[in-house]
């Protein structure tokens, strides 16, 4: 019998399949994750994109804000910010002139442990380390509207600084296609009416807001936009893979790094598959499955690929131990809140295109649609009652999981197994 591995915490589930199921594993295709990652970061500040060196674009008495991701992404923060900070120490900037803004868009703010894993003690405690406040209009400066109506904002140091560059990771994203790029200002240092209107149920409905698209997809153009607004002129951003190591690393002017690292991204995550599948098992992992709003997408990545990988009726998996149970920010709240009320999904997405919602419910109108047409069984959740309010199915293990798979399906059952689900985007060949 083959044994499946998937991530579950900072460890792992192994499982085999039962007779008659036959399981086929999706993963990132391998490339050489970088040597020597220090020198590679170096090069990439030295060698910009269609842009000079940051320490060119700055001088003394300039004030310099860097964006940083939270601790819901795995953007190896500690690698970038440090070389950063030595090249603004080069100018001549002083620490007292540098802010580092934490993007935590509507999730919690970070704690002080968080702040030191993302950025080193060291640099916490040299420079001056915020979160964004997207609720608090006295910290946001409106940004006007896109042709199309959206509204943006940004955090008001971000927007005043003379020199403002934001961190990040080129990976699948759900709405904006592929993340990073002006994506950690332009939604995690923004106010909560951009990331409401962007998170919408029009910009998800759009059949242009999907995994994997970059170009005619609305939600990537807003982001673009709000970046070029905000005065975003430098990121440095990486690509990594499934065990976390950096693949590659770019730095310069904003559009012309994120086009290039997305290049790359898609030779790397972009996976073909040759059909649907009865059963997808999503493998997360820590941080993503610190709680049930992080650990969901998954199962939504894999229902809005280009082509769901899984059949209508099929059966999505996903082992997360949600040690946080929901989530404790505001949108982890509202998100829950929203499925616990509903009294079924076909009402809850009636109401919320009716509505409309605020920023974090918006994973409640996305799990809607994929609840719509799929089952998702929770495996291994540390508070079951939370994925029953959720209006999914807890399962103790995948024994259990598999076992309710083949009572509702059949015995004979086609699996698609994918470790890493939120950095492998399976490619359907072939529709059911």
Not at 91 to 116: F, N, Q, W, Y
Not at 249 to 264: I, N
Not at 363 to 390: S, T, W
């Amino acid at each position: 019998m083959t044994m499946y591995r998937v991530p579950y915490g900072k460890s792992e589930i192994e499982f085999e399949l039962p007779a008659g199921m036959k399981g086929t594993v999706a993963v990132s295709k391998s490339k050489p994750p970088v040597k020597d990652v220090p020198a590679a970061v170096k090069a990439a500040l030295e060698t910009p994109v269609n842009s000079r060196p940051m320490r060119e674009l700055v001088k003394r008495g300039d004030k310099v804000c860097i964006v940083f991701t939270d601790a819901t992404r795995a953007s190896p923060d500690h690698q970038l910010v440090a070389p950063m900070l030595a090249e603004l120490e080069l100018a001549g900037v002083r620490d007292e002139d540098i802010t580092l803004l934490c993007g935590v868009g509507m999730h919690r703010p970070s704690s002080l442990e968080e702040k030191i894993a993302k950025l080193g003690k060291t640099v916490v405690d040299r420079h001056h380390v915020v979160d964004n406040e997207p609720q608090n209009p006295d910290v946001l400066v409106d940004l006007g509207t896109t042709k199309s109506g959206i509204p943006l904002s940004v955090n008001k140091i971000a927007y005043e600084s003379d020199l403002l560059v934001a961190t990040g990771i080129v990976e699948p994203h759900q709405y904006a296609g592929y993340s990073g790029g002006a994506k950690t200002v332009a939604v995690g240092a923004a106010g909560e009416a951009m990331i409401a209107y962007t998170h919408g149920p029009n910009m998800i409905d759009h059949p242009g807001t999907r995994l994997g698209r970059v170009e005619g997809n609305p939600f990537q153009e807003a982001v673009s936009e709000a970046g070029r607004r905000a005065g975003l002129r430098f990121i440095i951003n990486v690509v990594m893979d499934d065990e976390k190591r950096i693949l590659a690393v770019r730095a310069g002017e904003p559009r012309e790094t994120f086009k290039e690292l997305v290049a790359f991204a898609k030779s790397v995550y972009e996976v073909p598959v040759p059909q649907q599948y009865d059963v997808a098992v999503c493998g997360v992992g820590y941080p993503k499955d610190a709680n049930l709003y992080q650990a969901s997408r998954a199962p939504s990545y894999l229902f809005f690929a280009p082509i769901s990988v899984v059949k209508p009726g099929g059966v999505f998996i996903l082992p997360a131990e949600c040690e946080e149970g929901a989530g404790q920010g505001v949108g982890e709240q509202r998100y829950l809140e929203k499925m616990r009320n509903a009294r079924d999904i076909p009402s809850l997405l009636a109401e919320l295109r009716r509505t409309g919602y605020p920023p974090g419910a918006q994973r409640a109108f996305v799990m809607a649609k994929v609840l719509e047409q799929n089952e998702v069984i929770v495996v291994g959740c540390q508070d079951p009652k939370i994925v029953v309010d959720a209006k999914m199915t807890p399962a103790r293990d995948m024994g259990d999981a598999l076992g309710i798979a083949a009572k509702e399906l059949g015995s004979k059952l086609d699996v698609l197994v994918v470790p890493h689900a939120l950095l492998t985007l399976p490619i359907v060949q072939s529709k059911a």
